[in-house]
Nanobody
Framework: QVQLVESGGGLVQAGGSLRLSCAAS????????MGWYRQAPGKQRELVAT???????NYADSVQGRFTISRDNAGNTVYLQMNSLKPEDTAVYYC?????????????WGQGTQVTVSS
């Protein structure tokens, strides 16, 4: 049974920082990648950053240089350090965990955490 628990959202002023966490339990050995996506009101969900089991990272152009994605040594927790936040970063942030299809037939999403950046 896979469970994802997100934490770390909140309200911050422009220029401030927040750190999001997402802890996965169950079938950790089958995780191939973890990532963060966000969805602002009236917009489609978009990729923010991803990190593979080999620690290869990928960022959206809009957050490159401001956000950093990382994973703990156990490989079951992914973090998103967000610096120099802007009002346009306001969204619900979702953690996504991808699994080797030889073991699990689907990917999993977290419940979402609200990030609000005031100007």
């Amino acid at each position: 049974q896979v469970q994802l628990v997100e934490s770390g959202g909140g309200l911050v002023q422009a220029g401030g920082s927040l750190r999001l966490s997402c802890a996965a339990s169950g079938s950790i050995f089958a995780i191939t990648a973890m990532g963060w996506y966000r969805q602002a009101p009236g917009k489609q969900r978009e990729l923010v950053a991803t990190i593979t089991s080999g620690r290869i990272t990928n960022y959206a152009d809009s957050v490159q240089g401001r956000f950093t994605i990382s994973r703990d040594n156990a490989g079951n927790t992914v973090y998103l350090q967000m610096n120099s936040l802007k009002p346009e970063d306001t969204a619900v942030y979702y953690c996504k965990v991808e699994y080797d299809r030889r073991w699990l037939g689907r990917d999993y999403w977290g419940q979402g955490t609200q990030v609000t950046v005031s100007s």
